[in-house]
């Protein structure tokens, strides 16, 4: 799983480690996000290392700033929205100084993709450009890593992960539960309210459970207990061994379930049973 850092740096330093990537200048030249803090306001900055400068957008200008902080993380994805809207799980950066939140948006101007402040109750994105804060309607938002969300029944939320179908036609989603001292990748199915982990040869009933939420994941073609790059770690083992999640076709389903490398196959929990399948997709984060 990803975690965002923020590092606390000037513009004449060079960019840490995984330093996040956020669009190129009119000419080019790559931006990086940060932030800064301006009359007790932490905005979201632009970084410009090529150039050595960072500046950020308020009360209608561009402002060039010097101490700074990176975001460096890895896994990030940008998600598009308008008018003042974020997604579920935006990256909030900020805020202004009367405690309302401020989100990392980028948008298209002038021949660059500059990042800025996502400001809800103003409906817009502010990006700094050419010496003023420019406002933008249609812009994309940084949001987080994978995020796992207690839940129970049939609660779901936007943004978890869907992962197949049932026998009869009802949606599956990605979860997890314990059992056993096991933290095992689940099958969330809301129609029948409640999840279902593999364990034991048994299809195990959970009430509690948690859903996988986020953006830029995929299914990659797997088997014997393999995973590719990237697959999402979900649990482990009560001796430690990491589980994955994957999903496979069986019985007229789509379903998801646990990779077990050490047993080289995917478990799935169907029909009351923990069935065995050795070829797979696994869960990936782009």
Known sequence: MGEFTWVSTNVYSDLPPFAMHAGHDAD????????????????????????????????GEEINKQDIE????????????????????????????????????????????????????HGCLYIPFGGREHRLDNYEVLV????????????????????????????????????EGDLLPAKVIPRKGCAYVPYGGREVVKHDFELLTGYGYG???????????GAVICGRTSDGEPLYIGRGHYGGSFTPGKIHPSHGCLYIPFGGQEITLTNYEVLVRA
């Open 28 to 59: 080019g030249d790559p931006i990086y996000v940060g932030r800064a803090y301006h009359n007790g306001d932490v905005l979201p900055a632009k970084i410009v290392p090529n150039k050595q400068q960072a500046y950020v957008a308020w009360g």
């Open 70 to 121: 990176v975001l460096t993380g890895q896994h990030y994805n940008w998600v598009p929205a308008s008018g003042g809207g974020v997604p579920p799980h935006a990256f909030r950066v900020g805020r202004t100084n009367d405690g309302e939140p401020l989100y990392i948006g980028r948008g298209h101007w002038e021949g660059s993709l500059t990042p800025g402040k996502v400001h809800p109750s």
């Open 144 to 179: 987080q890593p994978e995020t796992w969300v207690n839940s129970s029944g049939s609660n779901i939320i936007p943004g978890t992960i869907h992962a197949g179908h049932d026998a009869d036609g009802d949606d599956i989603f990605v979860g997890r539960a314990y059992h």
């Open 219 to 229: 299914w990659v073609p797997d088997a014997n207990g393999s995973v590719p790059p």
